[in-house]
Each structure stands twice: as structure tokens, then as C-alpha cells.
């Protein structure tokens, strides 16, 4: 097969030294068309600029001008005709490959997970905020916020009723002084005083950063906020020291000293606090992935039923869907298309749900599958039945669409060539074996194979139905029927809480796996090409 | 044509990565210009079910106050969206969730502790007080608790089991008669269901944390894996496959109500959500607590407080502050959210305001009137799931012994 591509492409170049008509073929619709999508690129473009600039992201916002500006110069000018073919696949490249797989290598060199998932001033104002504790023995006061001039603008005062003396008094930064003229309801709210404006809720909620900052010293403590009609007299527990970058426990001197390699603070007995902050961790959620013995314990064995679960799944669905798509290729068959029809309804139904029936098809005792074969199989609870079950399942879910690839292309073999073998001598057996199976195979290896790196990860598939089960009873960390995309999901994320770090570095292990299967597959393929091509 | 339409489509998509890379440049100092645009708003994050009861009040809320109160729901994954849009700097004011998210968010810095008065505490339920205080602070302001108890079909079986092994022998009698064809429904699956066993477990003598003198869980005290756990998983593998058969990897989250309700059992050991079903079913009924083992410790089941948080990276957190700790205090909100799913107020004048409307309440409360809160150190996370599965193993017949060592060394390890 002889390419053409690259024949338009040269006859739509403009010829060398004259400027063409820069519509030259285009109809009406399709001109309206590009304006509409390329008023769309811009307004995007202006609609993504103000946050960029809202959070003075520069190199964002450059990024996003020099590409909408070369787009746009790509599409608007006749010329550079192979890179407007280009420009499509190189974006979709760069969005969804190029940038999460750089994301995912830069994340596996992190702590980043739960704990972790800020910077160390975000820890540090969690830590100082979750210390603020009522004094013991202190009162609650009604509050009012006020200030001495303008609403939106001018120094915030908390005007606070003593619950027993009914004295009322304005505090600010510097401290608490006695009023007198104000007017107070039964609860001890001040509704007006001399010489200061009450803010309302909504004129209160828009300085909202400055009354939860806002702290009034008195003996002990400090007068802060609860909301915005009620005060209390608090004392922050811990504080951070910049001198000995830590963390001081006020009340028992305790310090926590910043651990710039674990991204936390950490005691001199070794005890941490728990709000952490994300630090890069080198290589280290790499080699936790190579010599941690949980990991490398039954990583051959889930290795080997991953192989068996990706090829058995392809395989399965793929002689599944090509048997019934030659039964129904002969012209001989009535209602073809209905027999068709009704064969692709698994593929038509949400995967999702479907695995979901499946899983309580087998259940053992209220299951339709025991029931029906008056079996009392533990489908899901053995070893063997489980990796047949989830198998079944597969197979099922996906030979639709290998009967539906398989007959797109048997529809392309030319019948000659099965007529000039039979002619030739040849059997039905030796025709499809010689002549149809080949020119199949050339046509769907590639879809087999992407196939088969698509079951490899298939997370879902094992997931919603045995979960990974049965597990033994001496290791609940490994089931029977594990991928090793649902292993290190546990790995990471089942024990304590998110490991974003490790899972990111588990899963560039993964992509090697694979991708050295698939680039060896493609190898062959390509051979495979050349001889029958 | 196409071709080259097709091309324009996928440009659109640049400006949008590039909106991507800044967004996650610098997340943290995000705040000046587009804060000013935001405060005067209060952002309700809730569950589907909560976000439609809470809207009238927060309506009110906002017109008593002069603000704009606006209640999304989020339907699936709460906490982890949580967490995760509170870091980029997009998340609520407030949040409303279960109380065992408060270690996590804790250790994410995605909350702040709430000062209530006195009075205010008072006005709490106790234990779901206690429930959501964490390392001496409390953490948010509880509406709802609910607990595990026993629902029983009254006309299956008319009297209250006082132990277990009453009900495993009512249980076989009524299999005997063809009445019924399982002895007890208890969500297990192949995975286990540690907060639906807790109860036996704890009955039986088992614990998961210890606790500290100061009562919050100490995390390095496990008690899976210990004598103690052996000693339960054994009295637990007796009511399982290859004992009496009362316990069964058959009987999982979906199918535990409705073999209740389709009268296949006569007995459910569920919460206060499969009322619904039990009701539409039809089936006359009774709550009692869950029985324990004869002459073992009391069957007490974990306790869940649902609890509206300030969110730490709020953009109006005085306005989340007065919400929640001066109007979620009120009565009239319980009530309603009560309304919206009947879980029993964690609030004591509403929880006396709706128990005359609804005689399950009081039964509720007494089922869970010795229920332990649901720890929440985040080291919990590390138990669910081995213990879940050590569970499954030996009520399928596996060694109690090694299996529950196992899933101890599998937590301590994950745990350090």
C-alpha cells in the first residue's frame, strides 16, 4: 500500500514568490466556520488571562499569548500549509501526553500526599491556627465589629460587653480601653457607640482576613473573634521561632525543629507533627518502590497473572468477536444486521455498571449464576474461580467491539482472494488460515495491542468486581486477581491516607512495563507489515 | 475542511493548559483581586441530600445578614475534593461531612477549630461533642449522630434477642421452619466490613486503638494483632462459614438491606439509613442495641457525627465562623436536615423536639448510648482495609490466629 499524503499537501502550497488570494477554495460555511473557532481561541485566551494575572502567573499568561498568537497566525495566513495539519496533533500531544507525564515525573520526586500538601508558611499558620485555645477560666463576650471611620476602609475595633460587669469596651491591636456612652441590647450587644461605626454582616464578611487577624491583647491572651457576634479570649499554644526555625510549645517549652528532608517538624524524641509541607524527596519513592519487600515479595507472581489477565482478556474477546463476526460474514446468514445489532448491546451498556451486575451475578448465595446452574461455587472467594469470573466478565464486556473491528476489516478482503484459493484447491480451513487470518492480522494487531495495554491498566475491570480478591489469609496487602495498577493503588493510597509522591513514581514503573511491551509488539508488527503488505 | 476545523478546536485547548500551569504555579498566594470579588459570600459545600435541606436556611441566612449564601453539592469522593480544592485555593467556607475526616483534614490544614461557649457546648449531645474534638480542640459543630442497633422483624421473631447466641439459635429455628433463609443479615463481602463487625468485635473483647490518659486514641497502641483480637476473631469465626453460618461473605453492602426487607432474614444489624427501605417494605419492626456474646463485654458500635467545618483556606472565614458556631447551634437547622434524612440530632432541644413525631429516635439513641466515636487520627485509614480482610479470611474458614497477626503487621507497618 502506497501512501498518498503526501500529495495535497504539495499541490496546496503556493507557488514560489506570489502571494495568493488568501480564501482561495474555501466555501462560505467554511469560512464562517474558522472565524467562529478562531473567535473562540481568543475568547478563551482573554477568558484564561485574568486569572493568570489575577495570580500573576507571568509565565502562564506568556505562554498563553505566544501560543494563541501563533495559532493565530497559523490559520489566518495562507501559508505554513504542513503546520496547520500538524498544529492539531502536536497540541493534543502536549496536553495529554507530554504535560501529565512530566507532571507525574515531577510529582514522584515529592512527598507530596496527605500531610504534605502545602509549603512550609501554610504549615506553619495551620499549626499556630490549630493551637488557639480558649483560656481556661475565661469569659465569651458579645462582639460587635466597629470602626472609628469609614466602613470598607478604616481601623477595625471589636466592641465587646463584659457578661458580668456589663462594662463595654473597644479593643484594637493595642489593647482593650473602657467606653462608656453605648448602647447595648440584653444579650450585651453593642448596637451604637460614640465615635464608631457599627459594621453590619455584609460590610463585616467583606474585611473578613482582617477580623480573623485581628487579635487584642489583654492579660493572658488575646480577644479574637468567633464569627462576627461573639468573642472569646484565646492563647495560641504553639508559635514558630525563626531563630531556631521551629515550632515552640508555649505552655510545656517543647520544639519541633523543621526537617527540610521530611518536610516536617520533628521532636527531638523523633515525635512529628502532622501538618507537613511537600519537599522533594530525590530518589528516594524509587527505591522504596525496589527494595520495600511487600513490593517486591509477590510483584513476580501479580506480574505473571497481569500478563495472563491482559493477554487472556484480549485474546479471549478477540477470537470471541472474530468467530461470531465470520459466522455472520456469510451471506448465507438471515438478518444479519439484527444478529448484529443485538451482539454490540454489551458494548453499548456502561462498562461501569455493568461490572457491578456482574460481580453480584456471582455472588454465592443470592447470585444469578449459582442459582440458575444450581451450582455453590465461592466465585469470588477462590483463587482459580475469581481470576475465571473476572475473566468471564471481560470476555463479555468486550467482544463487541472485537466483533465489531473484526468485521470492518473482513469487509475490507477483497472475496476474490478466498475464491481464487478455493479455486486453487484450497479448503475453508486452509483459506482463512493462509489468506483471510493475515490480512486480518495486519489490519487489527495494532488495535491489539493497544488493546492489551488498555487491559493491562485496567483498573475498573478488577476493581468493581473481586476488588483484587481473594486475598490470603497471612497477606491482606495482594489478592489472586491483583493488576498491578490495583496492588499499588492500595499501596499508595489504602494504608495512610494519599501518597500522590509514591503512586506517581509506582506508576513511571508501569508506563516502562508497558511501553517496552507495546515498543516490542509494534517491532513485530511492523515485520509482520512487510510480509504481507 | 475538517481537517482544519478540527485543528482550531484543539488549539482552544492551549489557552486552557496554559490557564493549567499558571493555576498550579502559585496556588497559595492566590488571594488579592479575585478575594474582593468573593467576600460578602458564604460557600456551602454539603451532600446532595443535605445541600437541598440546607438551602431555605441558608437563605435565610443570608437575607437576616445581608450576604450572599450560595450551597453547592457534591455528590461524590467529599472529603478527597475536599482536601484538594481547599489547596488550590478554590474549596468552601464551609464544609459539612462525617467527624473521622477531621484527623486528615487536620494534617492537612484544611480546617479550623470553632471556640463555642459553654452554653453552646451544653446544648451538644455529649459524645458527639467528644467526637469531634481532636488533640484537645473541637474541630466543628455536630447536627447528627448515628450507630449500628439491631432491626428486627417483629413478626418473624417477636422478642428482642438478650445475646447474640439467642440469635443465632432464633435465627436457626426460623431456618429450620423455612421462615427464613439466612440467620442474621451483616454486610461482610469478600472484603470485610470492619465498621459493621465492630460491635462483635468489641463485644468479644477485641479493641483498635488504646487510648491515652488524656481519652483521645493513641495511635501506637494497636490492638490488632493482640491476644485480645485473637481471643474476639475466634468467638467470630464460630458464627461464620464453617460455624453456625449466621456471619457470610454472600451477605455484602447491597444486598444486606434488601435480604432483610425481602423477609430472607430476620434480623439486620444496620444504621439509621436503611429505616427508608425497612419502612417502604412494609415489614413490621423493632431497633434494640446489638446484642453481645453471653457473658461478654456490651456490643458497642462506632458512633458517626455528621459536623459542619470552617474551612482554614476560606475566603470569608468570619462569616464561616458565625455560621457555624452562632446559627448551626440553633435547633430550627437540625430539624430540618433531620427532615431531609432521619439521623438522630446531635443538637439535645432538637433531638427533644422530633422524638414525639418519631418513637425510632429514642431506640436510636439507646442503641448508641455506650457507642465509641469512630476514631479519627488518621492512622485509622490504615485499619479499615486489612482488618476488613482479615475479617472476610476467617469467616470463610481461615485461621484466626495468623490471619488477624498478619493484619496487624500489615497496619503497625503502614502505621511507622
Known amino acids: ?533 | 475542511m475538517r481537517l482544519r476545523a478540527l485543528g482550531v478546536v484543539a488549539a482552544m485547548t492551549i489557552p486552557l493548559l496554559a490557564a493549567g500551569c499558571g493555576g498550579s504555579d502559585d496556588s497559595p498566594s492566590a488571594t488579592s483581586p479575585s478575594a474582593d470579588k468573593k467576600a460578602g459570600e458564604l460557600l456551602i459545600w454539603a451532600d446532595d441530600k443535605r445541600a437541598a435541606a440546607l438551602k431555605p436556611f441558608a437563605d435565610k441566612f443570608g437575607s437576616e445578614n445581608g450576604v450572599t449564601v450560595k450551597i453547592q453539592a457534591i455528590s461524590k469522593d467529599q472529603q478527597t475534593t475536599f482536601v484538594t480544592a481547599s489547596q488550590q485555593g478554590s474549596g468552601p467556607d464551609v464544609m459539612v461531612g462525617a467527624h473521622d475526616w477531621i484527623g486528615n483534614l487536620v494534617q492537612n490544614g484544611a480546617i479550623d477549630p470553632v471556640q463555642l461557649s459553654g452554653e453552646q457546648k451544653s446544648g451538644i449531645a455529649e459524645n458527639a461533642l467528644k467526637a469531634v474534638t481532636f488533640n484537645g480542640q473541637t474541630y466543628g459543630v455536630p447536627y447528627a449522630t448515628e450507630n449500628l442497633a439491631l432491626i428486627r422483624n417483629t413478626d418473624l421473631a417477636p422478642e428482642a434477642p438478650a445475646t447474640i447466641e439467642d440469635l443465632v439459635s432464633t435465627g436457626q429455628k426460623l431456618k429450620t421452619a423455612k421462615k427464613a433463609s439466612e440467620i442474621l443479615a451483616l454486610q461482610v463481602g469478600q472484603t470485610g466490613d470492619a465498621y459493621h463487625l465492630y460491635p462483635l468485635y468489641a463485644s468479644a473483647g477485641g479493641y483498635l486503638f488504646g487510648t491515652n490518659a488524656s481519652g483521645d486514641y493513641d495511635a501506637k497502641d494497636l490492638g490488632v494483632g493482640k491476644p485480645e483480637s485473637v481471643a474476639a476473631f475466634k468467638k467470630i469465626a464460630a458464627l461464620g462459614e464453617k460455624g453456625s453460618g449466621a456471619l457470610k461473605r454472600s451477605i455484602t453492602s447491597d444486598n444486606s438491606i434488601s435480604t432483610f426487607t425481602g423477609k430472607k432474614s430476620a434480623f439486620l444489624i444496620s444504621g439509621p439509613w436503611a429505616i427508608t427501605d425497612v419502612k417502604k417494605a412494609g415489614i413490621k419492626y423493632d431497633i434494640t442495641p446489638v446484642p453481645a456474646f453471653a457473658g461478654g463485654k456490651p456490643a458497642t458500635p462506632f458512633l458517626g457525627v455528621q459536623t459542619f467545618y470552617v474551612a482554614s483556606k476560606g475566603k470569608n472565614k468570619a462569616l464561616a465562623q458565625e455560621f457555624v458556631t452562632n446559627y448551626v447551634t440553633t435547633p430550627e437547622l437540625a430539624v430540618a436536615l433531620y427532615n431531609a434524612e432521619p439521623r438522630p440530632p446531635a443538637l439535645t432541644a432538637a433531638f427533644d423536639q422530633v422524638k414525639g413525631s418519631d418513637p425510632d429516635l429514642a431506640k436510636w439513641q439507646d442503641a448508641g448510648k455506650n457507642a465509641i466515636p469512630l476514631p479519627a487520627i488518621p492512622e485509622m485509614a490504615a485499619i479499615w482495609d486489612p482488618f476488613g480482610k482479615a475479617e472476610a479470611a476467617i469467616i470463610g474458614g481461615a485461621d484466626p490466629a495468623k490471619t488477624i497477626e498478619a493484619a496487624g503487621k500489615t497496619i503497625s507497618s503502614s502505621i511507622k
Not at chain 1, 474 to 484: E, F, I, Q, S
Open chain 1, 1 to 533: 500500500m502506497v501512501t498518498q499524503l503526501g500529495g495535497p499537501a504539495t499541490r496546496a502550497l503556493p507557488a514560489p514568490g506570489k502571494s495568493e488570494p488568501p480564501e482561495r477554495g474555501t466555501s462560505l460555511t467554511g469560512r464562517i466556520v474558522k472565524i467562529v473557532l478562531l473567535g473562540l481561541v481568543v475568547a478563551i485566551a482573554i477568558w484564561a488571562a485574568f486569572p493568570l494575572v489575577a495570580n500573576e502567573a507571568w509565565i502562564g499568561l506568556g505562554l498563553l499569548v505566544a501560543t494563541t498568537a501563533v495559532l493565530l497566525r497559523l490559520y489566518l495566513t495562507p501559508r505554513h500549509i504542513p503546520a496547520k495539519y500538524l498544529a492539531p496533533g502536536t497540541v493534543l500531544l502536549i496536553a495529554f501526553q507530554i504535560f501529565p507525564v512530566l507532571y507525574t515525573a515531577s510529582t514522584a520526586f515529592t512527598n507530596y500526599g496527605d500531610g504534605h500538601r502545602g509549603n512550609k508558611d501554610e504549615a506553619v499558620v495551620a499549626i499556630e491556627s490549630a493551637s488557639v485555645t480558649q483560656v481556661p477560666g475565661s469569659l465569651q463576650y458579645a462582639l460587635s465589629v466597629a470602626t472609628t471611620g469609614d466602613p470598607a476602609t478604616g481601623p477595625l475595633v471589636f466592641l465587646i460587653t463584659d457578661p458580668v460587669t456589663k462594662q463595654v469596651s473597644a479593643g484594637d491591636a493595642d489593647g482593650l480601653k473602657k467606653i462608656d456612652d453605648a448602647t447595648v441590647t440584653g444579650s450585651g450587644k453593642v448596637t451604637a457607640a460614640d465615635g464608631y461605626t457599627i459594621l453590619n454582616a455584609g460590610q463585616a464578611s467583606l474585611r473578613s482576613g482582617e477580623i480573623t487577624a485581628l487579635a487584642v491583647p489583654v492579660d493572658g491572651g488575646a480577644i479574637r473573634s468567633s464569627g462576627l457576634s461573639r468573642a472569646y479570649e484565646g492563647k495560641a499554644g504553639r508559635a514558630y521561632d525563626e531563630s531556631c526555625d521551629c515550632i515552640r510549645d508555649t505552655a510545656t517549652g517543647n520544639t519541633w525543629t523543621a526537617d527540610e528532608t521530611v518536610g516536617a517538624f520533628v521532636a527531638a524524641d523523633g515525635e512529628r507533627l502532622a501538618q507537613g509541607w511537600k519537599v522533594g524527596v530525590g530518589f528516594s519513592n524509587f527505591t522504596r518502590v525496589i527494595t520495600d519487600r511487600s513490593i517486591s515479595g509477590p510483584f513476580l507472581a501479580t506480574l505473571v497473572w497481569n500478563f495472563a489477565f491482559a493477554l487472556g482478556s484480549t485474546g479471549g474477546t478477540f477470537v470471541l468477536g472474530m468467530l461470531v463476526a465470520l459466522a455472520l460474514h456469510s451471506k448465507r446468514v438471515r438478518g444479519r444486521n439484527v444478529y448484529r445489532l443485538l451482539l454490540v448491546l454489551p458494548y453499548a451498556m456502561p462498562a461501569f455498571a455493568m461490572l457491578l451486575v456482574w460481580r453480584d451475578m456471582f455472588n454465592t448465595d443470592f447470585g444469578l449464576i449459582n442459582n440458575l446452574f444450581g451450582l455453590h461455587v465461592n466465585w469470588m472467594g477462590e483463587a482459580g474461580t475469581a481470576r475465571l469470573a473476572v475473566l468471564l466478565v471481560q470476555l463479555w464486556l468486550g467482544y463487541p467491539y472485537m466483533f465489531l473491528v473484526t468485521t470492518g476489516a473482513l469487509q475490507a478482503i477483497p472475496a476474490e482472494l478466498s475464491e481464487a484459493s478455493r479455486i486453487d484447491g484450497a479448503g475453508a480451513w486452509q483459506s482463512f488460515r493462509r489468506i483471510v487470518l493475515p490480512l486480518l492480522m495486519v489490519a487489527l494487531t495494532p488495535l491489539l495491542i493497544s488493546s492489551f495495554a488498555f487491559n493491562f491498566n485496567n483498573f475498573n475491570a478488577i476493581y468493581l468486581t473481586s476488588e483484587g480478591g481473594p486475598f490470603p489469609a497471612d497477606n491482606p496487602m495482594n489478592g489472586a486477581t491483583d493488576l498491578l495498577i490495583t496492588y499499588t493503588y492500595r499501596l499508595a493510597f489504602g494504608g495512610s491516607g494519599a501518597q500522590y509522591g509514591y503512586a506517581a513514581a509506582i506508576s513511571i514503573f508501569i508506563f516502562l512495563i508497558v511501553g517496552l511491551v507495546s515498543a516490542i509488539a509494534f517491532k513485530r508488527t511492523r515485520a509482520q507489515e512487510e510480509v504481507y503488505a
